[in-house]
């Protein structure tokens, strides 16, 4: 493990991702980020889950180098994960630089992680290589632009498999062709509170998307957070997916629109009374569960947003929905730390960062 | 009706019953207040319940002009209940000077009121009268010892009932004898939050102590409040009466105390959690029932109590546990609201006099 590693780990968290200062730039607060994701394989060499260790070890070799090599890249940090303890690669997954099956992964394998976090670059995920790219609000194109010169630059140094007339060659065939994801985080308080969410949803899946809770395949849904992406990639043009997810994320986000209007209409006193109290809670409560806190800062996000609360950033919130995470409350406090001390150390940041008057406060 | 009338309720709903301005007085907040009743009738009259109108009307035309000659009542106010609206007879139940079984009465009675609503007269209730006297805190020898002054100046111009061996005659058999009711209103969040309380009110009731809620029999407990009184008074004095309510009262504190200790040892992180949660929401509720706004002004006087919770004046949470009572907040709105109208009412007052940093406001 390079020496540096414990101390790069350190450091981010002690900041959050770039990309994350600009999360109110969507002006509704409803889409709350972009990420785009290609999924790529080496011409030769097995796929990782048929791979030996020497192979996989040989794939990520020839992938630093490649990484190395190219521009776009020159600044990025890259990280070995094989004896990375499980703590840290949890902290990576809360960080969405690595999924979540990542984690679980004990054979050679990395990250490359771009300044700011915006980019990262998994290495024998599912995949032999994995590029993302984040930014705030809808920003298909923009992600897709950026992501397309590394994933350029790449492929001039690495041999990618690919074959007409399928397009990239994948280990699942449901990225097969473009490898390409597009996934839009967005925030549905509204629809959540007028239990229209599911139906609206159900749609959205009927349109070829599919929805998961903010970590990813089978994890929940905290926050009213939902994470829409396109569900196949085979036989569709790379337009044609940024396409359709804008308009799914269009569709969500005046569906949520709509239901903050009716609740504004019809029960604006609740609506009130339930973000006023959030704040109560969270600049007051000794003891919080990320459950608790996610549906707490959702409520006040959602105030924010409708006008009813002043004073408060939306990046600070955001910023406590990474920071209050159990990897990284277990950074801050230097030891793994069991739930209820985390419950704890969590309403104390929260509290440091909040303040009673309903103003967030940049000091700790 | 005295043209007075209604200007003197509105003066009384702007303000407190002055006993209560002293209501931090025992040190550890447990003994709220102690109030003594007498139940006296006038011999040669038919009880109550047994009175035609216009006997009803002479008892308490005898009853008014011996209160009008008495130096103790002299500066006290005879409000006539027989043609007072509803509301306003709720208002006085919620003031502690009728019971609520007064407020369903129609034919002739009335009430006379002290200054400061520390002594309060009901004539015809279920007996001829009731005398009642209120103190903050344990306060049973002192306020007897006013009460008996009234008692036996009232005694030398009105022929009471009376018979030997026992004592007083009164409408109820269990009331015969002094006639004497000794209560204590005790507020008890440790042990309803341990989960005690039961058992310990139901050990106070083998002693020969009623426990009810703080509206009198049948009223639901809220706010973790209890009223103790004694059962019987039947062939016991005065003294004996006063001593086993202080020896009963002695030992809820003592329970209580044990309760408060046994959770700042073993649960106080959940304790302040519960606590200053409860001042978060007091603070920021826009809708607040009154069963819930009870519920938040328990756990933060208890808060205050232990020490856990600073500038908070006991005295103000106890205001606030009467200024937001239903018709309470009906006379401050000047008309009878419904019940969704005065949880947002109650809200706003509660919130216009306990600040978010956990300060009372005396402002309003």
């Not at 048929?50 to 990520?60: G, N, P, S, T």
């Not at 990250?111 to 290495?123: A, H, N, Q, R, Y």
């Not at 349109?207 to 998961?212: A, I, S």
Request: one cysteine or more; proline letters at 4%.
């Amino acid at each position: 493990m390079p020496p540096g590693l414990q101390k790069t780990l350190q450091e981010m968290s002690g900041r959050v991702p770039s990309w994350l200062e600009a999360s109110d730039r969507d002006e509704n607060g409803i889409v709350i980020s972009t990420s785009v994701r290609l999924a790529r394989n080496l011409h030769g060499h097995n796929f990782p889950l048929h791979a030996d260790e020497a192979e996989l070890e040989e794939v990520l070799e020839k992938t630093w180098a490649a990484c190395s090599a190219i521009e776009p890249l020159a600044d990025s940090y890259r990280m070995p994960l094989q004896d990375l303890p499980w703590e840290d690669k949890r902290f990576l997954v809360e960080r969405h630089l690595i999924s979540p099956a990542m984690s679980e992964i004990e054979g050679p394998a990395g990250v490359i992680i771009g300044p700011g976090e915006c980019l990262s670059i998994m290495v024998n995920e599912e995949d032999h290589i994995r590029l993302q790219q984040v930014a705030a609000g809808m920003a298909g194109e923009e992600t897709w632009s950026v992501l397309e010169a590394v994933d350029d630059a790449l492929g001039r140094e690495l041999p990618y498999a690919y074959r007409e007339p399928y397009g990239y060659l994948t280990a699942s065939p449901i990225n097969v062709g473009t490898g390409l994801r597009v996934s839009v985080l967005v925030h549905l308080p509204a629809l959540v509170l007028t239990s229209e969410v599911e139906a609206v949803l159900r749609h959205a899946t009927q349109n070829g998307v599919q929805v998961r809770g903010v970590h990813g395949e089978g994890s929940s849904v905290y926050g009213n957070l939902f994470q829409v992406s396109n569900q196949r990639t085979l036989g569709r043009s790379e337009a044609d997916i940024l396409d359709s997810l804008q308009r799914v994320a269009g569709l969500l986000t005046d569906h949520e629109q709509e239901a903050r209007s009716t609740l504004w209409h019809e029960a604006r006193l609740q609506l009130e009374d339930k973000i006023h109290r959030s704040l109560g809670l969270l600049s007051s409560a000794r003891v919080l569960s990320i459950r608790e806190s996610m549906n707490l800062l959702s409520a006040v996000r959602l105030g924010v947003n409708m006008g009813v609360l002043s004073g408060v950033e939306i990046s600070r919130l955001d910023e406590l929905t990474i920071l209050t995470q159990p990897s990284h409350l277990d950074r801050r406090e230097g030891r793994v730390l069991d739930s209820s001390e985390r419950d704890m150390l969590r309403a104390e940041l929260v509290r440091s960062r909040i303040d009673a008057s309903g103003g967030t406060t940049s000091h700790e």
